[in-house]
């Protein structure tokens, strides 16, 4: 989907927020935004909803956050799409990143991925991620 060479593929796939009213949030994002549903997994606290911004970039909005205001808002990471989560990790890896989630197989509502996670070099969580299904993400 990309032209970056380092980690195959390469753009914003999603950045990714917990929110404390999760339906409020959606029908903002939705309905003022118009950002459209994509993949919806979980119930509850524990529920996500993948958002497409109108080009296929994602806003990830997980339920359970808390109430009140935040010093550094509702951001939780930011993904990268990659053609390869393993090679690229090994990339975060040899340059001295702490690897905080290795590359694995999920699947969120239904639809296989493969990601990682690592924290950036001023702490900064960021995800690789691939989509492995037919369907992509």
């Known amino acids: 989907m ?7 593929g390469g753009g914003f796939h999603h950045v990714a927020i917990r929110v404390y009213d999760f339906d409020a949030t959606v029908r903002f ?11 919806r ?14 080009d296929g970039n994602y806003l990830e909005v ?5 109430k009140g205001p935040k010093p550094e808002g509702a951001f ?9 989560v393993d090679a690229a990790t090994e ?5 001295g990143m702490e690897i905080t989630v290795e590359p694995k197989n999920a699947v969120l509502g239904g639809i ?3 990601l990682s996670f690592f924290k950036g070099p001023d702490g900064e969580i ?3 991620f691939q989509s492995t299904g037919e369907n992509p993400l």
């Not at 997994?41 to 497409?52: N, Q, T």
């Not at 939780?76 to 390869?84: F, I, P």
């Open 41 to 54: 997994w979980g119930e509850g606290d524990s529920r996500a909803i993948m958002l497409d911004t109108g």
């Open 2 to 8: 990309g032209s970056n060479t380092k980690i195959g």
């Open 62 to 66: 997980f339920a359970g956050g808390t």
């Open 126 to 128: 960021i995800e690789l």
């Open 29 to 39: 994002y939705t309905e003022v935004l118009g950002f459209t549903d994509r993949v």
């Open 91 to 95: 990339l975060a890896r040899a340059a």
């Open 76 to 84: 939780l990471h930011l993904a990268l799409r990659s053609d390869d």
């Open 112 to 114: 296989p991925v493969r």
